[in-house]
């Protein structure tokens, strides 16, 4: 049994959702490989050699790989699938973009955003916006699976000592060209990796509000910024910020959500954060139904209190 | 050119679905069923696209039980000019579902695919992939800006992060976000012009499409509850907590 992980990494680091699908891939039983598809990748293969339960690398470098088209990187996969029982994705953008097409490149079902593993095919995955889970079996002889990262603790970056094997990338399939990357420039922490994380919805007012109010308790706590749909599609800040089903699925340490009603979609994002905070001025919202401490009142005033008081 | 467009018929976003007790699956019985938000996005994306005379015509297909028919219908009431049903009462995996799209591409050669990112009630997000890499099409999935120009799909994509922008050649596969577009309300006027618009019905073996299952669901169960905290008096106290209790900061 061997099961192959395709990393997701800027060629240079790998990201930690990676971290995550390697955990699972470990609990199917098997031996786990990791390709690395990308140009001038070698510090993520590097870095990939050393993870805890990784026991080869195949890194295949060029520059059809640059920019990690869904075409190109599922090519390069489905070239070396060959040999694999399970073929594991993160369950991030790059990983759902590309891990269909392995499925139908081998005429297998995909098994997708598993957020445990029961035995080597069969694994519970989240319906409905989180409102069931479903435990299904595999009946293909071969697996592809997306891994939905706070299911599985990360993978220790160190402790491994992998070998890396260089195999031919394949060319470009000449259909898509990739334009341009806008990414976000900030000094928080990512979303999906932060461990303390302030979440505002439509309760704070305004986008002006919204970087008034909580950007001074997110520096104080070295917090990443996050929000719910409401606040997102009442335009105080960008889509990338949303938290949710339709958005971030989070799990950090501690989760304060100020001025968030807690609607299911939602809940279904940041319900496995270790404790969460809300702050509210409506005490029958139902964000106090998952809440771990809960302090009802204007956001306006208790937000800059904390501040204050956090020191 | 020819835009194809598959919906699919779910239950309402605004129902909090139940599981059924003997945990064989969700309870839809009585449930008010809807489009699939993501879907009422594509056609309106592709409707657009006409209105814009860049395309000439916007096929509708659907893959499930006769009542269906309704779900095209009101894509149809959206501006869908024709539909097209693959009508099945098997469970249908998003395998099957990429299949029979894919067979209907076969036959009606769209230049453009517009597929919804992810059905909300198994939320798999697959059958866009599945789909371009069976037809063989460039994909941009998760699209919220979608411009066809010189023969070419320029689409911005929402990538973890920010947005990425990509251009490829036609004929192509989109798969919609929450921002493309926000999808016009159906009117009784266009209720009743779609009542005399042009529905197929087929099976899945006039495809020649195998749609068997390959994942057996065991069972479908709640989740895990979050037990309610507690409600403290004032920021001195929640900061206390915060520090000695949850030991958090």
């Known amino acids: ?311 | 050119m020819k835009i194809l467009v598959s919906v699919k018929r779910v239950v309402d976003y605004n129902v909090k679905v139940r599981v059924k007790s003997d945990q064989t699956g969700v309870d839809i019985a009585n449930v008010k069923m809807s489009m699939n938000p993501f879907d009422e996005i594509a056609i309106e994306e592709a409707v657009r696209q006409r209105e814009a005379n860049v395309a000439t015509e916007v096929i509708a297909v659907s893959c499930g039980p006769a009542q269906c028919q309704e779900t095209l219908r009101t894509a149809m009431a959206l501006g869908a000019d024709r539909a097209i049903l693959v009508e099945s009462n098997d469970e249908l995996q998003p395998l099957a579902v990429a299949k029979l799209i894919g067979a209907l591409i076969a036959r009606e050669k769209p230049e453009l695919v517009i597929l919804g990112k992810q059905a909300i009630d198994d939320d798999s997000n697959q059958v866009g992939q599945m789909v371009a890499a069976l037809a063989s099409m460039p994909q941009a999935t998760f699209a919220s800006k979608l411009t066809i120009a010189n023969g070419r799909a320029e689409v911005t994509r929402e990538v973890d992060g920010g947005l990425e922008t990509l251009s490829l050649s036609l004929p192509a596969v989109v798969t919609t976000d929450l921002r493309l577009n926000e999808p016009r309300y159906v009117t009784l006027p266009n209720i009743m012009k779609a009542k005399k618009k042009p529905l197929e019905v087929l099976k899945p073996a006039d495809l020649g499409v195998d749609v068997t299952p390959r994942l057996k669901t065991l069972k479908v169960s709640d989740p895990p509850t979050r037990k309610a905290g507690i409600k403290v008096p004032d920021v001195a106290s929640l900061i206390a907590k915060l520090k000695t209790e949850a030991k958090v900061i």
């Open chain 1, 1 to 311: 049994m061997t099961a192959l992980v395709i990393a997701e990494h800027d060629n240079a680091t790998l990201k930690p959702a990676t971290l995550n699908a390697i955990a699972a891939a470990a609990k199917l039983g098997a031996d786990v490989h990791v390709l690395i598809a990308g140009h001038h990748a070698q510090g993520a293969a590097d870095a990939a050699r050393l993870v805890d339960g990784v026991t080869k690398v195949l890194l295949a470098d060029g520059a059809a790989l640059a920019d990690g088209l869904a075409e190109n990187v599922a090519a390069q996969v489905l070239a070396v699938a060959a040999p694999y029982d399970s073929i594991v994705f993160p369950a991030t953008a790059y990983g759902r973009n590309i891990a269909p097409r392995v499925a139908i490149g081998l005429d297998v079902a995909q098994i997708s955003d598993i957020i445990s593993v029961e035995s080597p095919d069969t694994f519970t995955r989240p319906i409905y916006a989180g409102n069931a889970i479903a435990t299904v079996q595999a009946t293909d002889a071969k697996k592809v699976i997306t891994v939905r990262a706070t299911g599985f603790d990360a993978a220790s970056a160190t402790g491994g000592s992998a070998g890396i094997e260089a195999i031919t990338a394949i060319a470009d399939s000449g259909k898509s060209i990739f334009v341009k990357r806008e990414i976000a420039k900030n000094d928080r922490p990512e979303l999906t990796s932060a461990k303390v994380i302030v979440s505002g919805g439509r309760g704070v007012g305004s986008g002006e509000n919204y970087h008034k109010v909580l950007e001074p308790l997110a520096d104080k706590l070295g917090a990443a910024l996050g929000a719910s749909r409401a606040a997102v599609d009442a335009g105080f800040v960008p889509n990338d910020y949303q938290v949710g089903q339709t958005g971030k699925i989070v799990a950090p340490e501690l989760y304060i959500a100020v001025g968030i009603s807690g609607a299911i979609q939602h809940l279904a994002g940041m319900k496995d954060s270790k404790v969460i905070v809300a702050i509210n001025k409506d005490a029958e919202a139902p964000i106090f139904g998952v809440a771990d401490y809960g302090l009802v009142g204007d956001l306006n005033e208790i937000v800059p209190e904390l501040v204050k008081q956090l020191g």
